[in-house]
């Protein structure tokens, strides 16, 4: 067994592959070289849906017992945006008074680096008696297509199964550990089109304003809750995220106007559920009203249990208090694996993730390897 790996300097060697979306960037290659160095076993399988762009993605196994401990991530990153605007490189994975900066961080290569670390001081401790595997994507922070949803399926479809698995999202607020995630709300994404009459301003009754009927129809979307929220969720939400007419003059009344928006729903619902409660409230306005809808997940739970115990269990045990176990925030790629097995997410904290000079306290690297080390004496042990 080689010796353990130090969880900073394999962050700062992911950080440095400009891996964004869906570019591996040599981020894959690295990590396979790692954890092949640890004795796993590595699989790489490249998908490819027509219209989208071809997604490299990595499975590592190490055999052992009956179980398979799964840690789920992904390597791509989103861009940096104007590289001017950062203090450092945002691929140099420079360290800065006790920080570390770069465009994938939190976001999650820091986690990932976390794990492997731990993989590797605690592998030269023991052999698990149980499996453990990684499944890592370059397709997270894209259309999610071709990513870990398609690895799942052909993982199941080569016999290999998930006893439980660990996602390494930023899941902390305050500080590394405070909040893992044991659901998701759904997603879903509406695209509203009224259609009416164009004409004089001067002349209403000779047109048909789909302004109107829209804003008719956007007052009756949020002026009644979908719910009250769940034993583990917060009430449902939808929002509105656009509203365009693209009129460029005073005394037009306009042909068509669109509308866009979006709703978080708990476990209270099905997307075809919330579907028909929008097209209930587009009955009452009438009309010609067009309604696209694109949902990117269903809300799912993992109820407390073995997986999120021990979890919490090793979270107590580096830091002195349990996690709470939270279903807030947006999507992850949790939303596919809870189908193949129970599922926690737990990584660094969230504040910076995204934003120029993305970073982590060097600390908070450490804190997590000690956490993930510790989950894996109870899993895998």
Known sequence: MSAPIDPIAFAQSLIRCPSITPTEGGALDLLQGAL???????????????????????????????????????TDVVPPGDPAH????????????????????????????????????????????????????????????????KMLDWLLEQGERFSGCIVGEPTSVDRVGDMAKIGRRGSLNGWL???????????????DNPIHRLNRLLQ????????????????????IT??????????VIPAVARARFNVRFNDCHHSRDVEAWIRARMAKVGGEID????VSGESFLT?????SDAVSAAVAQTTGMPPVLSTTGGTSDARFIKDACPVIEL???????????????????????????????????
């Not at 401790?125 to 997270?140: A, C, M």
Request: hydrophobic share 35%; glycine share 12%; proline share 7%.
């Open 36 to 74: 092949e160095g640890l004795g796993f076993t590595c699989r790489r399988r490249v998908f490819q849906e027509p219209g989208s762009e071809p997604v490299d993605n990595l499975y590592a196994h190490l055999a052992g017992g009956s179980g398979n401990l799964c840690y789920a991530g992904h």
């Open 86 to 149: 950062w203090r450092v490189d945002p691929f140099a994975g420079a360290i800065e008074n006790g920080w570390l900066i770069g465009r994938g961080t939190v976001d999650m290569k820091g986690a990932i680096a976390c794990y492997v670390a731990a993989l590797s001081r605690f592998l030269a401790e023991k052999r698990p008696s149980n499996g453990l595997s990684l499944l890592i994507t370059g397709d997270e922070e894209g259309p999610s297509i071709n990513g870990t949803r």
């Open 193 to 207: 089109t009224v259609s009416g009459v164009q004409g004089h301003s001067a002349y209403p009754h000779l047109a």
């Open 220 to 239: 009756l979307l949020v002026e009644e809750p979908l719910d009250e929220g769940s034993d583990h969720f917060q009430p449902s939400s939808l929002e």
């Open 242 to 251: 656009s509203v365009d007419v693209g009129n460029p003059v005073t005394n």
């Open 291 to 294: 309604l696209q809808i694109r």
């Open 303 to 307: 109820p407390p249990g073995p997986l």
């Open 347 to 381: 990584g660094l904290r969230n504040q910076w993730a995204h934003k120029v000079d993305e970073r982590a306290p060097l600390d908070d690297i450490e804190t997590l390897t000690e956490i993930y080390v510790n989950a894996l004496e109870r899993l895998a042990a």
